[in-house]
C-alpha cells in the first residue's frame, strides 16, 4: 500500500505553508484511517461547490518544476518517466539542504529513505513471492491483465536512467542518484540487455536491493500521479494525494488542461503570437491554409520575453488547480477521490489494495469460456473460429456501442441527461484519468487503466474482448458472454444468411420458435461456462506474507461473487 505515515505530517504542514497551497483547516483534517494509512475527514458539513483545496500548478511536482527540469528536457524525458528520475535527485542527491520539494518527497516517499532497508518494499503483484502469486492464479488479475507476470519496461527505464546519470555525472558533475549507481549497467549496451532481459532482470532482483528501491518508487508514483495538463502532463499533488478512494466520490479535481504547451500559461505570448500569426497568415493573398502555424512562428514568438512575462505575471493568479465538492458533505465523513471505474484487480494491481462492495468488480470467464468453445459439437472448429474472429474484430464493438445507447435512452428517460448541462459527466471521464497508468505503458492505457466501457481507437483487440468475458458483481453472467453464447450456438444459416448475429431485435422476439430454440441452447452453453466456475480454495491457515490481508479479501470477493452467480443460475 502506498500509505505514509501520520507522524510525519508536520512536513505537509511545513510545505503547504512555503508553497501557498490553499487547504482550509477549519473544514478539513487530515486523518489517520484504519488499513488504508492518512485520509481527509470534513470537521464540518460542507455544502456542495464549495473549493475545499486550492493549489498553484507551480506547487505541483512536475517534470517541468522539479529541480533537473532542464536536463529532463534536453534529454526529453517527460510525464511519469520524468517524475521518477526527478523524485531519485531530489531525494538521494539534493536532499533537505537543496530540495525545495523535499519535505513534500520525504513525507511520500518516508521508507525508501530508510537506510539499509532489506525488505518490505511496496511492489506490484507482479515482484510478489511465489507463494502469493499462486494463491491469485486464476483471479481476474491473472487472467486478464497478467497481473502476476513483471513489468516488461522496468529494467529498460532502470537502463536508460543509470545511462542518462553518468551521462549527467560526466557532463556537469552531477552526483549519481545510489539507486541508479551500476557501472554494469552503464556499458552495458541495448543489445545485450535485449538479448537476455529476463535473466538480467532476475539476477538484479535477486543481488541489488536498490533495483526493489527503484521499482518501489515507480510504483509509488504511479498509485498517486494525476494528469494536469498538456504543458506538466503528470504531477504529484501535495494533499490531493490524500484523498483516498471510494467508487463514490465526494469531490472533483479541476483544472485547466489545454494550456499552452510551450510555457505551461493559460493565456501568454505564444498564444497571442500564433494567433496573430494565423491572423496574418489568412489575409495573406494565395496562401495555403495552416501556414504560419508552424514550430517557426512559435519559436520566434518565445523570443518576445519581455511581453510574455507581464501576460504571465498576470495570469500566475489562475494557474490552480482545485478541489470542489460535488454534493454536501456532512461532518466527521471521510472525504472521497475516485480514481476511476476499476474492478479490484485493477485497483490491486495498480494501487496495492481492493475494496468491499466496488459495483465494478467482475470474475473473470475467459478460461472458462475457452474450456466449453473447444468442447463445442455440432458447428465445425472453422465455423466456430470464424465466429470469434468476427466477434473480437466486430461484434464486441456493436454491442458495445448498443449497450451505451440503451445506457443514453435510460439516462434520459430519467431525466438524468441534465448533468450534462452541468459538465458532470465530461467531469467525471477526466477524473478517471487523473490517476493515470504505469510509467512505460503509455501504448497500452487500454489494458489497465482506461475507463472500464470506453473503446479506443488503438484499443488493444485481445484484451477488449477478454474484458468483457465475466460475472459482475451481482453474480449475472455479462450481456456480452450472452450474446457470444447465442453465436456460438446459431447454426451456419442462421449465421451467415440471416445474420441474426446482426439483428438483436430479432434475438429477442421469442415468439418465434426458431429464436426460442436458438436462445434455449445458449443458455445451456453459458450455464456450462458459469458452472465451470470454481471457488478458489482459501487455506485455513494462511502464510503471513506481506500482502496476504489484500489477497485474502481478493479471493473472498471473487468467491462472493461466484457464489451469487451459482444461486442466479441454480446451478451446484
Ligand atoms: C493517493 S494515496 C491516498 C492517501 C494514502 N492513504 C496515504 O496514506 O497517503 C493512494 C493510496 O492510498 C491507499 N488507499 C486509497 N484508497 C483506499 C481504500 N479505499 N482502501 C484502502 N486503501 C486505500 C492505497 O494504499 C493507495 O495506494
Redesign the pocket.
Known amino acids: 500500500?502506498?500509505?505514509?505515515s501520520f507522524k510525519q505530517l508536520s512536513k505537509i504542514e511545513n510545505f503547504v505553508k512555503e508553497t501557498n497551497i490553499y487547504f482550509n483547516k477549519d473544514i478539513l483534517a487530515i486523518e489517520q484511517?484504519p488499513?488504508?494509512?492518512?485520509?481527509i475527514v470534513a470537521t464540518t458539513d460542507i455544502p456542495r461547490d464549495t473549493i475545499i483545496v486550492k493549489i498553484p500548478k507551480s506547487s505541483i511536482f512536475t517534470s517541468k518544476t522539479c529541480t533537473i527540469n532542464n536536463l529532463l528536457t534536453e534529454e526529453t524525458i517527460d510525464g511519469i518517466m520524468g517524475i521518477h528520475l526527478a523524485v531519485l535527485y531530489e531525494l538521494f542527491v539534493f536532499k533537505e539542504s537543496k530540495s525545495h520539494w523535499y519535505d513534500y518527497l520525504s513525507f511520500i516517499f518516508e521508507d525508501c529513505l530508510i537506510e539499509d532497508r532489506k525488505d518490505g518494499f511496496y511492489l506490484p503483484p507482479g515482484y510478489w513471492c511465489s507463494e502469493e502469486k499462486a494463491l491469485l492464479k486464476g483471479t481476474l488479475l491473472d487472467c486478464q491483465y497478467d497481473g502476476l507476470k513483471k513489468h516488461k519496461d522496468i529494467i529498460t527505464i532502470y537502463k536508460q536512467f543509470v545511462t542518462t546519470a553518468y551521462k549527467w555525472k560526466q557532463e556537469c558533475d552531477l552526483e549519481i542518484p545510489k539507486i541508479l549507481q551500476n557501472k554494469n549497467y552503464y556499458h552495458l549496451t541495448e543489445e545485450e540487455l535485449d538479448a537476455e532481459v529476463t535473466k538480467k532482470e532476475e539476477d538484479l532482483l535477486n543481488s541489488d536491493v536498490r533495483f526493489l528501491q527503484f521499482i518501489e518508487i515507480g510504483y509509488i508514483i504511479s498509485?498517486?500521479v494525476f494528469e494536469i495538463d498538456c504543458y506538466h502532463l503528470f504531477g504529484l499533488v501535495c494533499i490531493v494525494?490524500?484523498?483516498?478512494?471510494?467508487s463514490k466520490e465526494d469531490i472533483h479535481f479541476e483544472n485547466d488542461y489545454d494550456v499552452c504547451e510551450i510555457c505551461g500559461k493559460l493565456e501568454c505570448g505564444h498564444m497571442v503570437e500564433t494567433d496573430e500569426d494565423s491572423e496574418l497568415d489568412s489575409n495573406e493573398e494565395g496562401e495555403e491554409e495552416g501556414e504560419g502555424e508552424d514550430g517557426e512562428s512559435e519559436d520566434e514568438s518565445s523570443d518576445e520575453s519581455g511581453n510574455e512575462n507581464e501576460i504571465s505575471t498576470h495570469h500566475d493568479q489562475n494557474d490552480v488547480c482545485e478541489i470542489r465538492a460535488i454534493h454536501d458533505i456532512q461532518k466527521g465523513q471521510q472525504i472521497f477521490n475516485t480514481y476511476g471505474k476499476f474492478s479490484n484487480a485493477v485497483l490491486l494491481l495498480k494501487?496495492?489494495?481492493v475494496?468491499e462492495n466496488n459495483p465494478y468488480d467482475k470474475v473473470s470467464l475467459v478460461q472458462e469460456f475457452n474450456e466449453v468453445v473447444d468442447l463445442i459439437s455440432g458447428v465445425e472448429k472453422v465455423d466456430i473460429e470464424k465466429r470469434l474472429k468476427w466477434w473480437k474484430e466486430e461484434g464486441v464493438f456493436l454491442l458495445d456501442e448498443e449497450l451505451d445507447d440503451e445506457e443514453s435512452d435510460e439516462e434520459e428517460e430519467d431525466g438524468e441527461g441534465e448533468s450534462n448541462k452541468d459538465g458532470e459527466e465530461e467531469d467525471d471521464e477526466l477524473l478517471d484519468e487523473n490517476i493515470e497508468e504505469e510509467e512505460g505503458e503509455e501504448e497500452n492505457e487500454s489494458d489497465i487503466i482506461e475507463e472500464e466501457d470506453d473503446i479506443s481507437d488503438d484499443v488493444d483487440i485481445e484484451t477488449f474482448w477478454k474484458d468483457k468475458i465475466f460475472i459482475d458483481t451481482v453474480g449475472e453472467a455479462s450481456p456480452f458472454l450472452e450474446r457470444l453464447c447465442v453465436i456460438l450456438a446459431m447454426n451456419n444459416e442462421q449465421f451467415d444468411v440471416k445474420k441474426l448475429q446482426l439483428q438483436p431485435d430479432l434475438l429477442e422476439d421469442i415468439k418465434s420458435s426458431e429464436i426460442k430454440q436458438l436462445l434455449t441452447l445458449s443458455l445451456k452453453m453459458l450455464k456450462k461456462i458459469l458452472n465451470k466456475k470454481k471457488l478458489f480454495k482459501i487455506p485455513e491457515n494462511l502464510p503471513d506474507l506481506p500482502n496476504i490481508k489484500e489477497i485474502k479479501k481478493m479471493l473472498l470477493i471473487e468467491n462472493d461473487i461466484i457464489l451469487k452467480c451459482k444461486e442466479n443460475f441454480n446451478l451446484q
Not at 1 to 4: D, G, Q
Not at 35 to 39: F, I, P, S, T, Y
Request: aromatic share 14%; charged share 15%; hydrophobic share 35%.
Open positions: 500500500m502506498s500509505n505514509t484511517i488499513d488504508a494509512g492518512v485520509g498509485s498517486r494525494d490524500l484523498f483516498n478512494h471510494n494501487y496495492g489494495f475494496v
